[in-house]
């Protein structure tokens, strides 16, 4: 297990984020004062109506995308203000991410595929954690096949552990499940929560899906580009409930 | 379907742009070509027609023989008697006679004065008949005995006015004249550059050698008098040797030589359009296929609305047409341009061409519009059938792509079937006999163009391979590259950036590891899109190397053949190292004291067997400065040839069953019939032979020619070469200062650099395919950066930095771009030594050095061509692309 639950410090630290989108009249407020803390070792839901803002709160976090207004610290670096290249480097240490489409490349193996963030940070992977990472993912068998030969499921295992194998501070997911059927999102919902119990692998999981945020040790609910409620650890049915009382369609 | 296919366009401005791009510039090099030669055509006409204004007819002394214009063989002067006899006819108003040739004019400097390679006229004025004088007066008088009228832009850029003392020379040494005036022909300022030299008649005859003589008769027919009447009337009184022709058919005659030449011109500049444009078309079927599998969403959703194949083939079509002909229509205006740009090229390699303003004939904008609609729509049928292929499915599917078409299994077969195709027709053209050479050309045209696209076509299956191989070059190229403009370029731009307050990455040299690999495999991928983008260099690139080849193996046995042949310390040539020199050079160079040795070659034409042939001619010396390859004979039969004696090459005295003894009449250029008798037959080296077909006596060929001029000259001197000797050389030959005593080694240099001077005129057409064929790769690395988007914004989500990615992107297109030297450099290899094989002149030699200079050429064309793209994808946010759908 990961002592990552020992640090002092918050991994993720957002304080009164703004975004707007536009100006003058045509101005969108994608987000008007969003503050957010994720403590390590979590699993975070974050819930909210469509538009409503938690993919423009999660690329902020993730340092894709800059606020109008407002802080983000990662690991206690303030990187709102870090150029290009700094912030580059940022997420190839602290952030691991999964796309709701799986973004693998096409010519890679699902090998390379996923030791494709320490490639191109120049470091070497663990093999010990590579190995376990892959019997965890259930990819033990499929290493040497390309994207195009492997299952939606499939592919996003690979995706999981390519956002895994750096070990990254926190990881975020926009809906993950989102392109895959029932099933298949139940398993990958499974592992995305070994991952932060197994590893303590910090992680901030957007989704629509009330089964998939019942696994998260924290809910945010967010509408209209503000945080609305927050709730601990809660089954599909509070969860449910909360959105219906708050009118979260 | 016509509003939607233009939409289309519209809606990828910038991709169509790129596609276009290869059409524009062949059909920009065919119009500059069409606008280049009749410009000059232009010129010419209005100086030959000026020449006889006021002419009806044009009395002119006539070779016996019918002489190629190759300088050697002027028409004979005539006697000077006949004027008097034609001004005596009633139906002759007016006539004059004048003579011309050759003038040198020379510079303060004592250096004869040049403009570029043009002429330097000479010739008589005849102030009292201006109706027959071409010559306007700018300012000054006419020429008094022993004076000189010279045009004004030699005037003006040697520095020279009414008044000043000017040294001319002309057949003999030179001599001081006063100018006593400056003309220009008729209101052009300069004819090409040509120098021009005005005397009054009497000192044109002593200068050129032709005192009692005339060269020409300038004729105006009485008024009243029919131009036949005068023609009948002349035709009565004509000597033999002579001949009389209507004003207008001479200025025909005049033109034949540079009519000949333009339409040489023409055809050599047309095919480096077409080649240009072949190119070009790769680069458009390119671009297509690659843009219609992106559209695969596109028109299966059209399919599912309702669109039929044949709609969605004319739409793909039509956007073909359109393109094809905004390009056509752009290349034809960038070629008034090129037609500027190629009248500075020729001027810079000395060759001054006439332009009296461009010309931009119907014609022109007829065949580039054809020319550049057509190639478009050819380059687009293929890819547009295969957007006939996308069934309506492909709209519900994520990630639909094409499907490989039914005929792909069979593409390697017919592939290497072309091309073997395209090989025979060349081994078939060169090998066969009895080919036209119209029939050859077309041979080895179709078979090179057959061999091209079968070896594009075919070069898919070499892609993975290749590009393995290829990475690791990259890599380390690109790094070599980057440390040689290191410390000159990217440090100076650095701390300019700096300065500026932006904050930008010293720029290192090592190459990035990942994103050196990422781009490598990613080269790997679609091994067709890298294949069709590559065979566009591989083509500019299998020409150049053929080019480089054949150089090579010309230079190689030429020098052979010089230091076989030539044993002499010293050559007197013209300083343009190939204009024949008159006799007096070489009497001159004889006087020299420690000169041993002088020998002379006479060049010039003759008919035998029915046939124009080129002849040379030798004196008593020449045993002991050059020496023949002898079949039969010996050197000493060469200062033995005396009046009737003759030495021929083999392959002549093969054709004509000459052997030692057989006698053969051969008529001279002035009509005289020598009865000649075979001395010698001599095998001429395989780089080609300084010597006519026949060769007879110096004293033989003085005798039956009007003016001899030597074409090469050989001296021996006591101690060789030396520096005081070559001086003392220098020094004899002040007073003749178009002539220049070359070493041995300047001489033979001094013929290679001619040669090298065409290759240099070759590369410079050939670059501009390799600049399409960049402009190829441009484009296949933006339209690809377009399709990965969403992938490009992964990657920089995960951690790849801006400088990565350009850097990925550049390792794609440099492989590429080795891909295409590598396959085009062994294609030039092979057409070359299939060539070598089969001309003796050319002996097959690798060029190596030009071979490392072409690959690190492609090297840089990658690097280039990468440049944009890969700013594109590195500007691209990683949001953005992430939500790219
Ligand atoms: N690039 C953009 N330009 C303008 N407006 C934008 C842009 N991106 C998002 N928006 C707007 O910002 C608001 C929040 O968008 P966001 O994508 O964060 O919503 P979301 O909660 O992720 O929705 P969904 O569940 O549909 O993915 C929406 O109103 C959206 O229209
Ligand atoms: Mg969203």
Redesign the interface.
């Known amino acids: 297990m990961e002592g990552t639950v020992t640090q002092v410090v918050e991994v993720v630290d957002a304080k009164d984020l703004v975004r707007v989108y536009g100006e003058g009249d045509t101005a969108v407020h994608a987000l008007r004062g969003v503050g957010v803390r994720i403590e390590p070792g979590q699993l975070t839901a974050v819930m909210g109506p469509s538009g409503s803002g938690k993919s423009t709160l999660m690329h902020i976090l993730a340092g894709l995308d800059r606020p109008t207004s407002g802080s983000v610290k990662i690991d206690g670096i303030e990187i709102t203000t870090l150029g290009d290249d700094a912030l580059t480097k940022l997420r190839r240490q602290h952030i691991g991410f999964i796309f709701q489409f799986f973004n693998l490349l096409p010519m890679l193996t699902a090998r390379d595929n996923i030791l494709l963030p320490l490639t191109i940070a120049g470091t070497k992977p663990d093999p010990e954690f590579f190995d376990n990472l892959v019997d965890r993912v259930g990819l033990a068998d499929r290493l040497e096949h390309r994207p195009s030969e492997l299952s939606g499921g499939q592919q996003q295992r690979v995706a999981i552990a390519r956002a895994l194998v750096s070990r990254p501070t926190v990881v975020f997911a926009d809906e993950p499940t989102g392109n895959l059927d029932s099933r298949t999102s139940g398993e990958i919902l499974k592992l995305m929560r070994s991952s932060v119990d197994e590893y303590g692998q910090t992680t901030v999981m957007v989704t629509h899906d009330a089964k998939a945020a019942a696994m998260a040790d924290r809910v945010l609910y967010l509408a209209d580009g503000e945080i609305v409620k927050e709730t601990g650890r809660s089954n599909q049915h509070e969860i449910l409930q909360i959105i219906d009382t708050l009118d979260l369609q | 379907m016509i509003k939607f296919a233009l939409q289309g366009l519209l809606a990828r401005k910038l991709r169509t742009a790129l596609t276009a791009i290869g059409v524009v510039l062949g059909v920009a090099l065919i119009s500059g070509t069409y606008v280049l030669t009749d410009s000059i055509t232009s010129a010419f006409d209005s100086i030959f027609t000026q020449n006889y204004k006021n002419t009806d007819a044009a009395i002119t002394g006539k070779n016996a023989i019918d002489a190629s214009e190759d300088g050697t063989v002027p028409a004979p002067p005539f006697d000077a008697g006949l004027l008097a006899k034609v001004r005596g006819l009633p139906q002759v108003g007016a006539a004059g006679g004048a003579v011309s040739g050759e003038a040198q004019l020379i510079g303060k400097d004592g250096k004869s004065i040049v403009f570029g390679g043009a002429p330097n006229l000479g010739f008589s004025v005849d102030p009292t008949l201006p109706q027959f004088n071409s010559l306007t007066l700018v300012s000054g008088a006419w020429p008094a005995g022993d004076q000189v009228v010279i045009d004004t832009k030699t005037a003006k850029e040697k520095g020279f006015t009414t008044g000043d003392t000017i040294g001319v020379q002309a057949r003999g040494a030179a001599e001081k004249m006063k100018i006593s005036g400056l003309v220009e022909f008729g209101a052009v300022s300069s004819i090409g550059g040509a120098t021009l030299a005005g005397f009054d008649l009497g000192t044109a005859q002593r200068l050129f050698d032709k005192t009692g003589k005339l060269d020409q008769i300038l004729i105006a027919t009485k008024s009243g008098t029919s131009e036949q009447q005068m023609l009948d009337a002349v035709r009565q009184i004509l000597p033999t040797a002579t001949q009389v022709r209507t004003a207008d058919e001479q200025a025909k005659e005049d033109a034949a030589g540079t009519s000949s030449f333009l339409s040489f011109l023409q055809t050599f500049l047309l095919v480096f359009g077409g080649i240009a444009l072949f190119v070009g078309s790769f680069v458009i079927a390119n671009s297509l296929s690659i843009t219609i599998a992106q559209r695969t969403r596109e028109f299966a959703t059209l399919r599912t609305l309702g669109a039929s194949r044949r709609q969605i083939l004319s739409t793909v079509v039509l956007e073909a047409l359109v393109t094809g002909f905004v390009a056509a229509v752009a290349g034809l205006f960038l070629g008034l341009a090129i037609a500027t740009g190629l009248f500075k090229l020729f001027d810079a390699v000395g060759f001054t061409l006439p332009n009296n303003g461009l010309v931009f004939r119907t014609r022109t904008i007829v065949v580039a519009l054809i020319v550049g609609v057509v190639v478009t729509v050819l380059a687009s049928l293929r890819p547009a059938w295969r957007a006939t292929r996308v069934p309506p499915i492909a709209a519900v599917r994520e990630g639909a792509t094409l499907a490989p078409g039914r005929l792909n299994r069979y593409r390697p077969v017919g592939a290497a079937l072309l091309a073997a195709g395209g090989i025979a027709l060349v081994l078939v053209g060169l090998f066969a006999d009895g080919l036209s050479t119209k029939t050859l050309l077309t041979l080895l045209g179709a078979g090179v163009l057959l061999l091209f696209i079968g070896i594009a076509l075919f070069s898919s299956r070499l892609v993975r391979p290749l590009a393995t191989v290829a990475d690791p070059i990259a890599r380390w190229s690109v790094v070599v590259l980057t440390a040689l403009i290191w410390p000159f370029v990217l440090v100076p731009l650095w701390l300019v950036r700096r300065l500026f307050g932006r ?1 930008t ?1 010293f720029p290192g040299v090592l190459p990035d ?3 050196v ?2 781009g490598g ?2 080269s ?2 679609d091994p067709h899109r890298t294949a069709s983008t590559a065979a566009a260099l591989m083509i500019g690139l299998a020409l150049v190397t053929l080019v480089a080849t054949l150089g090579a193996g010309l230079i190689r046995p030429f020098e052979q053949a010089v230091d076989g042949i030539f044993s002499a310390d010293y050559a007197i040539t013209a300083q343009n190292n190939f204009s024949p020199l008159p006799p007096p050079v070489a009497a001159e160079v004889a006087k020299v004291p420690g000169v041993q040795k002088v020998t002379s070659v006479r060049g010039g034409q003759a008919k035998a067997f029915g046939k124009t042939i080129t002849i040379t001619a030798v004196d008593p010396q020449a045993p002991e400065l050059l020496t023949f390859d002898w079949r039969s004979g010996s050197q000493a039969s060469l200062g033995e040839l005396g009046t009737d004696g003759a030495i021929v090459d083999a392959s002549y005295a093969d054709t004509h069953a000459l052997v030692l003894g057989s006698r053969f009449p051969m008529q001279t250029a002035t009509g005289k019939t020598l009865q000649l008798q075979v001395k010698g037959v001599f095998r001429p080296p395989a780089g080609g032979s300084p010597f006519g077909n026949v060769t007879i006596s110096t004293a033989t060929f003085d005798a039956t020619t009007s003016q001899p001029l030597n074409i090469y000259t050989f001296v021996n001197m006591s101690g060789g070469v030396t520096a005081a000797n070559t001086a003392t050389l220098n020094d004899a030959l002040s007073t003749f200062p178009n002539a220049k005593a070359l070493t041995r080694d300047e001489f033979k240099k001094a013929q290679t650099d001619s040669i090298k001077s065409i290759l240099n005129v070759l590369y410079v057409l050939l670059a501009l395919s390799v600049l399409v064929s960049l402009f190829g790769i441009v484009n296949t690395l933006v339209l690809t950066v377009f399709e990965r988007t ?2 490009l ?12 990615v350009k850097k990925m992107i550049r390792q794609e297109s440099v492989i590429t771009a080795l891909i295409g030297a590598v396959i085009g450099i062994a294609l030039g290899l092979l057409l070359a030594s299939l060539l070598a094989a089969r001309l003796d002149e050319i002996s097959f030699t690798i060029p190596v050095a030009q071979l490392v200079i072409f690959a690190v050429v492609s090297v840089v064309v990658g690097i280039f061509a990468a440049i944009w793209p890969a700013r594109r994808a590195a500007k691209l946010d ?2 953005e692309a ?1 939500q790219y759908e």
């Open positions: 904050r990455e590891g990942p994103a690999a990422i495999q990613n790997r991928r969403r992938e914004g992964m990657l920089r989500a995960i951690g790849l930095t801006r400088g990565q990683p949001l992430l």
